[in-house]
């Protein structure tokens, strides 16, 4: 059995009264590769935008290593380490 590494739980933003992410829901197991791809404005950068602790979430979890990062807001600068974002 594989381990996660990464789980959103139905993730959910709004910006204002338009929804970007409407309970997503996905797993990442180590050793995987994803590709987040889709086209523009389709909530591909605040995704990680949410996941980097760069906007907050109106709803859901991200667990990181089977921890919440958006319940432990006081060591988030832990979670930044292990997070990287390439555009």
Do not use: A, W, Y
């Amino acid at each position: 059995m594989s381990e996660t590494i990464l789980e959103i739980k139905e993730l959910k933003k709004s910006f204002g009264d338009n929804p970007i992410l409407q309970g997503l829901s996905l797993e990442i197991k180590k050793g995987e590769v994803v590709v987040i791809l889709g086209p523009s404005g389709c909530g591909k950068s605040t995704l990680l935008r949410c996941l980097n602790g760069l906007e907050s979430i109106q709803g859901g979890d991200i667990l990181l290593d089977g921890q919440s990062i958006v319940e432990n807001k006081k060591d988030f600068h832990l979670v930044r380490q292990k997070i990287g974002m390439v555009f």
